[in-house]
């Protein structure tokens, strides 16, 4: 069974970032979280927040087809990413 709380590693992995860029959303109150009170306690998350997080960042985001739209930061990890969305029609 999966531990329903992720850590900065986990939730990094989740979102396809690195563990740095979840700690900078975290510091810049971009991604809820949750932690013990105190200054070095460890840092967690729940998927429904990583969730959350995730369709803030994509919510209003359309593309027609044809179009080549970029792909939000936080999916990106190190490598900056184009995706070309297919004619379907």
């Known amino acids: 069974m ?3 709380l992720l850590n900065v590693q ?4 989740y979102l396809r970032s690195s563990a ?8 810049a ?5 949750l932690r013990r009170p105190g ?6 998350f729940t998927r429904e927040q990583l ?3 995730l ?3 994509t919510r209003g985001a359309t593309a027609r087809p044809g179009s ?8 990106q990890g190190k490598h900056k990413a184009r995706l070309k969305i297919p004619n379907t029609g």
């Open 2 to 4: 999966q531990s329903p």
């Open 10 to 13: 986990e939730a990094a992995e």
């Open 20 to 27: 740095d860029h979840v700690r900078s959303l975290v510091h």
């Open 29 to 33: 109150r971009e991604l809820a979280h």
């Open 39 to 44: 200054k070095r306690s460890p840092i967690y």
């Open 51 to 53: 969730d959350a997080y």
């Open 55 to 57: 369709e803030s960042i």
């Open 68 to 75: 080549v739209v970029s792909i939000p930061s936080a999916l």
